[in-house]
């Protein structure tokens, strides 16, 4: 079965710095990856998605993620986190059947200035 | 166009009633996945229904049902509610049959907290 590890709960970061959430995936097969942000009380909003092709996929609000099957690894990166970008962020697997998607367990992230 | 829409999107229910959530999905889009999130399980997949046919199911009781209409809007029924269903219920509409070759679009969700 599919399955998506998160293994960060937590994340702080100072505004400004640089950001990376780890994503680790189970899939038989070529996964199909997706990165959403959640801010409290809301739903998810997609931010990349990774089908095949180019490993590194850019995203809205300056995230790119790279694919990488050697390690079953999808990250989240940002170069410089800007305040706003605090939220919850899953990582998810499209599976086999139909539009079901697997999450991750989220990671919070927070920004101090 | 618009999003996808859930109502209400707040509701408070005592334990034993049974609650209908309703979520309109991108205008064109046929599949429509329900999820369930709670602080101690995370997101977890209900069901998905695709062109009023019901595709793949979570592992939820059968108290847990849903349907969707021929204009692709969907229901979903929790009845005998207990406690434990307090929790964000999303959905998500997509156009095509499968992950694949297409993304998800979420609603914001219907907040139920069951006392």
């Known amino acids: 079965a599919q399955s998506v590890t998160q293994p960060d709960i937590h994340i702080t970061v100072s505004e400004g710095a640089s950001l990376e959430l780890r994503c680790n995936y189970s899939?038989?097969?070529?996964?199909?990856l997706f990165w959403y942000v959640q801010s409290p009380g809301q739903g998810l909003q997609l931010l990349l998605k990774?089908?095949?092709?180019?490993?590194l996929v850019q995203g809205i609000k300056g995230f790119e993620a790279e694919f990488k099957r050697s390690q079953s690894s999808f990250n989240l990166r940002k170069p410089s986190v800007h305040w706003s970008d605090a939220a919850e962020y899953f990582c998810?697997?499209?599976?086999?059947?139909?539009?079901?998607?697997?999450f991750g367990a989220g990671t919070i992230l927070r920004v101090k200035s | 166009k618009a999003g996808v829409t859930q109502t209400p999107r707040y509701l408070i229910k005592t334990r034993g009633q049974q609650v209908t959530l309703s979520c309109s999905p991108i205008?064109?889009?046929?599949?429509v996945s329900w999820y369930q999130q709670t602080p101690g399980q995370g997101l977890q997949f209900l069901f998905e229904y695709f062109s009023e046919t019901q595709r793949n199911k979570g592992n939820f009781p059968g108290r847990f049902s849903g349907r969707q209409f021929s204009n692709s809007r969907s229901e979903m029924n929790v009845s005998t509610l207990e406690l434990g269903d307090s929790a964000l219920y999303l959905c998500a509409s997509a156009s095509r049959a499968r992950t694949a070759n297409t993304e998800a679009f979420f609603g914001q969700g219907t907040r139920l907290t069951v006392v």
């Open positions: 998810a697997v499209g599976a086999v059947e139909g539009n079901k998607l697997v």
């Open positions: 990774y089908f095949s092709g180019d490993t």
């Open positions: 899939y038989g097969a070529t996964p199909y």
């Open positions: 205008s064109g889009h046929r599949s």
